[in-house]
């Protein structure tokens, strides 16, 4: 039992490892492409969101011409 919960315990601090990476190169492509629109709000954001907002808004980083069209919901 305590080799199944270091296991679990393992696989979780990968997955969160894994998430903040995520988090880290959107915050550093974020500041690249638009350095004087970002704010404590979008860091807050980012801080906050699982991999699937993050995966969303890395899609809309690729066509957006501001800040705000990242965090903007696509219908």
Do not use: M, Y
């Amino acid at each position: 039992q305590g080799i199944e919960q270091g296991l679990e315990q393992g696989l979780e601090q990968g997955r969160q490892e894994e998430l903040q990476k995520f988090r880290n190169s959107l915050d550093r492509q974020l500041r690249r492409l638009f350095p004087h629109d970002i704010t404590a709000k979008h860091l807050h954001l980012i801080n906050e969101a699982g991999s699937d907002t993050l995966s969303e808004w890395a899609e809309n980083l690729v066509v957006a011409d501001s800040i705000d069209e990242v965090f903007s919901k696509k219908s």
